[in-house]
C-alpha cells in the first residue's frame, strides 16, 4: 500500500517522552510508521491504542499482543478508550490530516492531479460526499466553506463557477470540479489554488476542526498529569487552534485567571515555537513540508 515515511518521527517520539511501562495512544494511526516507532520504545508492560476513521488502514494493523486498532473517529478517543479498559493514558499522538495512501488512490478523490470521484470522505461509512456537498450546497454556503477553510481570496467567484457548471452537469470527479473553477485558477497559482480549494472541501466534509476540537479536549480529561500531547498540523487554521489550546486550554487563546491572578491551564507548551522537518528531511519527504509540529505536558 502507498503508505510513505511517517513525518518528523523523532521528534514526535521525543516529545511523547516515552515510559516503557506507559499507555499510549497514536490517533491518526495510517500506515502505523508512528505507532510501530512508539512500540518500539515501549516494553512488556506498555500499550498502545491507536485510532484511525479510514477502514484502508485496518490492513496495516500491527501483529503485537500490546497494540489495538480501533476503527472509530478521534472525537471519541475518551469513550473508546473507556470502553476498552483505559481511564488515562501518559501519550496521545496526533498526525493530522491525509495520509499518502489517501491521496495516492484516485477514487477516493483526495488528490488534485488524479482524476477520480469526488468523495474525499476519510471515513466511508458517514453518508456525505465531496460530490454531494458541491452539486448541493448554496452559493453562501460554499462561498462560506471556501473563504473559511480554504481561505481562498476570490471564495465568491469560484462558489459562483461551481454553481454554474452544475448546472449545465452534476459534478461528478475531481477534473469535473477543477474544469469548473479552471478561469478562476491564477496563472502560475492553479495547484495552490485547487489544493486550496480541495482542503476546503475534505474539512467540511470530514468535520476536521470539530473532531480536533473535541480530541483535543478529551486529552486533557485523559493524559495523567506530566503526560504529553503531540500534535502534528498540516495548515494554519489547525495549527491556531492546537496553538491556542496548549497555551490557554481554550481555542480563542485567551488565557483566563483565577481570583489571585495565577493562570487557570491545563497544559503547559513544552517548546514555545512549533517545530518544523529539518532540511533532510525535507528532502526525501515532500508531504513534510508544510507539518508544525506542538509538544504540550499535563499540568497537575
Ligand atoms: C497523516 S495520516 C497519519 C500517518 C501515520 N502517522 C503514519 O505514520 O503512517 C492521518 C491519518 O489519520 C486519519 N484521521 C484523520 N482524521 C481522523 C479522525 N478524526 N479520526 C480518526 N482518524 C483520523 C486519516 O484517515 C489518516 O489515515
Not at 58 to 64: F, R, S
Not at 123 to 147: G, P
Amino acid at each position: 500500500m502507498g503508505y510513505h515515511l511517517p513525518v518528523m518521527l523523532n521528534e514526535c517520539i521525543e516529545g511523547l517522552n516515552i515510559r516503557p511501562d506507559g499507555t499510549y495512544v497514536d490517533a491518526t494511526f495510517g500506515g502505523g510508521g508512528h505507532s510501530r516507532a512508539i512500540l518500539s520504545h515501549l516494553g512488556e508492560g506498555g500499550r498502545l491504542i491507536a485510532f484511525d476513521q479510514d477502514a484502508d488502514a485496518l490492513e496495516n494493523a500491527l501483529d503485537d499482543s500490546r497494540f489495538t486498532l480501533l476503527n472509530e473517529n478521534f472525537r471519541h478517543m475518551k469513550s473508546f478508550l473507556r470502553l476498552h479498559g483505559v481511564r488515562s493514558v501518559d501519550g496521545v499522538l496526533a498526525d493530522l490530516g491525509v495520509s499518502s495512501h489517501q491521496f495516492d488512490v484516485a477514487e477516493r478523490g483526495f488528490s488534485t492531479r488524479l482524476n477520480g470521484e469526488l468523495d474525499l470522505r476519510m471515513d466511508r461509512r458517514q453518508e456525505t460526499t465531496a460530490r454531494d456537498l458541491v452539486n448541493s450546497a448554496s452559493e453562501e454556503e460554499l462561498t462560506r466553506m471556501l473563504r473559511l477553510y480554504g481561505e481562498l481570496p476570490n471564495a465568491y467567484q469560484m462558489a459562483k463557477a461551481i454553481c454554474r457548471a452544475r448546472m449545465e452537469k452534476e459534478i461528478v470527479t475531481t477534473f469535473d470540479l477543477r474544469d469548473a473553477v479552471s478561469r478562476h485558477l491564477p496563472r502560475g497559482m492553479e495547484n495552490k489554488y485547487l489544493a486550496m480549494l480541495f482542503q476546503a472541501l475534505r474539512i467540511e466534509v470530514n468535520g476536521e476542526l470539530d473532531a480536533l476540537k473535541e480530541m483535543l479536549q478529551q486529552s486533557v480529561d485523559v493524559l495523567v498529569s506530566g503526560g504529553r500531547l503531540v500534535v502534528m498540523s498540516y495548515h494554519s487554521l489547525e495549527d491556531r487552534l492546537v496553538k491556542n489550546f496548549f497555551k490557554a486550554g481554550n481555542f480563542e487563546g485567551e488565557v483566563n485567571k483565577d481570583f489571585y491572578g495565577n493562570p487557570i491551564v491545563p497544559l503547559k507548551p513544552v517548546v514555545r515555537k512549533a517545530v518544523t522537518a529539518s532540511e533532510e528531511e525535507l528532502q526525501v519527504n515532500s508531504r513534510a513540508r508544510s507539518a508544525k509540529l506542538r509538544v504540550a505536558e499535563k499540568l497537575s
